[in-house]
């Protein structure tokens, strides 16, 4: 997210804030919603609804209100990292729950959540004090920021492979013709 937003003159002028509002709400709605397709139980998908709302909310008030000198917009990240862990535990919680016959790790939302789990635990620190560390620091560790990502987007292949070969069977999906040959 820095490294584009900090190359001079492809953004214009001011228009930083704006980019990393979008950048978060991009992830966050993709994690937001993932996690709340994979969830079962229609009261925690309307918690997860709820508290996104909320966090859009926020995320719009910080951006035209926090004058940002420079960096990331911190707090933000902080709290969907936070939110997000929270939609991890009810994933993990109503995934132990109600699937008992079958192993976790046949699950693409397992692979999913583990995903997001090993991106956002491993870059929470570093994102949060991005804006406290010196320029030349932040250039200098900015790149193993990266091996979570590359890791994250291992296991959403595995994923993947894995939705593939247990694809989710939706029986409302299938419509019932009426039977009207009445000869």
Not at 80 to 91: A, G, P, R, W
Not at 118 to 136: P, R
């Amino acid at each position: 997210m820095l490294i584009i937003s900090e190359i001079p003159g492809l953004l214009p002028r001011g228009s930083k804030k704006y980019y990393d509002l979008t950048y978060t709400f991009i992830e966050y709605s993709t994690f937001a919603f993932v996690l709340a397709y994979t969830i079962s139980r229609k009261s925690i998908t309307t918690l997860i609804i709820i508290l996104s709302l909320a966090f859009y909310s926020f995320q719009i008030i910080y951006t035209f209100n926090i004058e940002q000198k420079r960096g990331i917009d911190s707090i933000p990240i902080g709290i969907e990292t936070i939110l997000v862990f929270v939609y991890l535990l009810m994933f993990f919680y109503n995934y132990l729950k109600t699937n008992q016959n079958q192993p976790i790790y046949t699950s693409y939302g397992f692979w999913v959540s583990f995903g997001i789990i090993i991106y956002l635990g491993s870059t929470f620190f570093f994102y949060i004090l991005a804006n406290n560390l010196e320029d030349s620091d932040r250039d200098r560790l900015w790149p193993y920021s990266y091996i979570p990502d590359i890791i994250k987007n291992i296991l959403f292949y595995i994923a993947m492979i894995t939705f593939s070969k247990n694809p989710i069977n939706n029986k409302n999906t299938a419509a019932k013709v009426p039977f009207l040959d009445m000869i």
